[in-house]
């Protein structure tokens, strides 16, 4: 049995850098408030809630406090939430990943300027909220190439995209809007790297072994989105969260496994579903 791990895995930088910055404000500030979960994990989550992190979901249930702090989770916030805590001098630890960030001002530099700015994305993640609230609620979401049923009429169209979305479906958008009148100068490809990496690698690996697992929150976006790519070229694929739920009959029959992590999946997690995976191939029947 052959276990082949894509890379890049475990953190992306964002991440990493995210869960850093909660980790040294635990240790300067008495009290950290996160607006919503910092990253989609599970594990992490809940292992910063331990260390004194305190995840909410209204602006309102956080008391201001000269000790105390707001983190900024890793997807970002719209200018709304920044200018609240602003307001309320509230201090912020900003964690919005850098890719976003750039993101973030593409939407608001194009939208300042009258452009109409499309995003390929989720419009109920919070990354996309954010990047709504930065073009100053203008911009329009694309879902999918299904969405693409309208002509652009005017050269101030910029195509965008959500950081973690399938580098393959952004293409397939942007084609099918270039034929509708988009200047392809004016398309930005704004996928992250490391995302994009990890998909193009998991999509050549997967046809080329018996069983593919996908480790990360059923939560992610990118994790998501890696498991679908898995699907489409191995159809014994499986998105996996917890060691419970690795499928052992599948393991024990394979002999060629490829592994995928989401960019918020910890590096012990691999170690220990790469561990328990061969313990399973030892047992046998």
Do not use: W
């Not at 911009?139 to 580098?167: G, H, P, R, Y």
């Amino acid at each position: 049995m052959k276990i082949d791990v894509v890379q890049p895995c475990g953190f992306c930088a964002g991440v990493r850098r995210a869960i850093d910055l909660v980790k040294t404000a635990l240790n300067k500030y008495e009290q950290i408030y996160c607006f919503g979960e910092l990253i989609h994990n599970e594990q992490v989550t809940n292992d910063l809630l331990k260390e004194g992190l305190f995840v909410v979901k209204d602006l309102s249930a956080i008391k201001p406090h000269p000790s105390s702090a707001v983190v900024i989770r890793s997807h970002g916030a719209t200018p709304l939430v920044y200018e609240f805590l602003k307001n309320n001098n509230i201090n912020i630890i900003d964690a919005t990943c850098p890719i976003v960030k750039r993101i973030q001002m593409l939407s608001s530099e194009f939208s300042v300027k009258g452009y109409k700015v499309l995003i390929f994305g989720d419009k109920n993640h919070e990354e996309v909220k954010s990047l709504i609230g930065f073009s100053h609620e203008k911009a329009v979401v694309i879902n999918s190439i299904d969405d693409v049923n309208f002509d652009i009429k005017s050269e101030k169209t910029i195509l965008i995209s959500q950081s973690t979305k399938d580098e393959t479906k952004l293409f397939q958008i942007r084609d099918a809007l270039l034929k509708r009148g988009l200047l392809e100068s004016n398309f930005y490809n704004t996928i992250c790297s490391d995302i994009k990496t990890r998909q193009r690698s998991l999509s050549s690996l997967a046809g080329r072994v018996d069983l593919v697992l996908i480790l990360g929150s059923k939560n992610s976006a990118n994790t998501g989105n890696l498991y679908a790519i898995a699907r489409e070229k191995c159809v014994k694929s499986f998105l996996v969260s917890r060691l419970i739920e690795l499928p052992g009959k599948e393991i024990k029959q394979a002999e060629k496994i490829g592994v995928a992590t989401g960019a918020s999946t910890p590096y012990n997690f691999l170690i220990s579903v790469k561990r328990e995976v061969k313990n399973l191939f030892k047992r046998g029947d």
